[in-house]
């Protein structure tokens, strides 16, 4: 019967970078994850995902802010962590997004970023149609979620995490100081545990009296991926109802938000509505070779705010619900976290985030 100190059901980006902190500190961290870390073929969020890390996305709460600036500010130190412990580089691909707008902010509007005229635009992307809308340049940076994936699982393991994967938690029993998870093969007992399962978390902690507390729920999201096309495309865009965000070899073309339950099945209809979408902005790419096609399971929850900190079970926390902005948000949900299981105070408040705002008298 494995007894590390902490274990963390689920592998994705946000509960390899909570283990790997913790290891930091001194834990001895095991992570249960259900299939492949990073395997898309099952939903899994991260892989999925364009890899925007968008900062001031000004769609974002207001309460996810202080949270957002936080994480974004660990990055430069997080991504060279993962290249020291795996080896493995992750660069970003682009630095800033250009977005459209059906209408202009005012002046002292900041958050959209810098507003382009017509000139200014076509300097940046002379492919663009720019259309009736009003476009701004933000810095809002992406890099390859799948190379994330990667060299997260490596600096984990290098590091001393005990990574177990195809290793699904069925069940929980708690004792006096003690939590036991149950999957298909064994037992494990941990003084602590995070879930950390993404659109799965709910579901893991089944008829527990807590269970509402987290109530997350799949929003699936449906991408395109495109040849590049002949003339290059600089930056990655946001057009009214889509994004495009160039790679090295390829073009991803995104994305639904969709109440699915857990099907991960594309849907052709809606990839060549994406394909359409942004010919609008590109005429070039209707006709550009379709080289994959995928959908990736976001944890959403009913206020579209992540959930983060302890459940009424002594020993038990959550980290999931970050919905779109996984990604932007791990090496700072890694911290705070981190910070709350050592019974330390975290350096932004987690209140607007407490799974007690889902209780019954919350």
């Given at each position: 019967?494995?007894?590390?100190?902490?274990?963390?059901?689920?592998?994705?980006?946000?509960?390899?970078?909570?283990?790997?902190?913790?290891?930091?500190?001194?834990?001895?961290?095991?992570?249960?994850?259900?299939?492949?870390?990073?395997?898309?073929?099952?939903?899994?969020?991260?892989?999925?995902?364009?890899?925007?890390?968008?900062?001031?996305?000004p769609g974002h709460p207001a309460q996810m802010q202080e949270l957002c600036s936080y994480s974004y500010a660990l990055y430069p130190e997080f991504l060279a962590r993962l290249a020291e412990l795996s080896g493995r580089a992750v660069p970003f691909d682009h630095t800033h997004l250009?977005?459209?707008f059906a209408d202009c902010a005012a002046e002292d509007d900041r958050e959209r970023g810098e507003l382009l005229n017509a000139e200014q635009l076509?300097?940046?992307?002379?492919?663009?149609?720019?259309?009736?809308?009003?476009?701004?340049?933000?810095?809002?940076?992406?890099?390859?979620?799948?190379?994330?994936?990667?060299?997260?699982?490596a600096a984990c393991r290098a590091a001393g995490v005990d990574v177990r994967e195809n290793e699904p938690v069925m069940s929980l029993t708690f004792g006096a100081n003690?939590?036991?998870?149950?999957t298909?093969?064994?037992?494990?007992?941990?003084e602590q545990f995070c879930l950390a399962a993404g659109a799965w978390s709910g579901?893991?902690?089944?008829?527990?009296?807590?269970?509402?507390?987290?109530?997350?729920?799949?929003?699936?999201?449906?991408?395109?991926?495109?040849?590049?096309?002949?003339?290059?495309?600089?930056?990655?865009?946001?057009?009214?109802?889509?994004?495009?965000?160039?790679?090295?070899?390829?073009?991803l073309i995104g994305s639904t938000v969709e109440f699915a339950g857990f099907e991960v099945a594309t849907q052709p209809e809606v990839i060549d509505s994406l394909q359409a979408a942004i010919a609008q902005s590109y005429p070039a790419l209707a006709s550009v070779q379709r080289l994959d096609q995928w959908a990736g399971l976001r944890p959403g929850t009913p206020d579209d705010l992540p959930i983060l900190g302890a459940l009424p079970q002594p020993g038990c926390f959550v980290s999931t619900g970050h919905f779109r902005?996984?990604?932007?948000?791990?090496?700072?949900?890694?911290?705070?976290?981190?910070?709350?299981?050592?019974?330390?105070?975290?350096?932004?408040?987690?209140?607007?985030?407490a799974p007690a705002r889902f209780s019954a008298d919350g």
């Open positions: 019967m494995p007894s590390p100190s902490t274990v963390i059901a689920g592998g994705g980006v946000i509960g390899l970078s909570l283990a790997l902190e913790l290891q930091k500190r001194g834990r001895a961290v095991t992570v249960l994850e259900r299939h492949h870390c990073g395997d898309v073929t099952h939903g899994a969020a991260t892989p999925a995902s364009a890899g925007i890390l968008g900062v001031d996305d250009l977005e459209a076509r300097e940046l992307e002379p492919e663009l149609i720019p259309g009736d809308a009003h476009w701004y340049r933000r810095e809002e940076p992406s890099l390859d979620p799948r190379l994330l994936c990667a060299a997260l699982l003690e939590v036991s998870l149950h298909p093969h064994a037992v494990y007992v941990a579901g893991l902690l089944g008829a527990q009296d807590f269970a509402p507390l987290v109530p997350t729920v799949p929003r699936r999201g449906q991408i395109l991926c495109l040849q590049l096309p002949q003339h290059p495309i600089r930056h990655a865009v946001r057009p009214i109802g889509c994004y495009l965000v160039p790679r090295a070899t390829n073009l902005n996984g990604i932007l948000l791990a090496p700072g949900s890694a911290q705070v976290m981190a910070d709350l299981m050592d019974s330390r105070e975290p350096a932004v408040s987690l209140e607007a985030f």
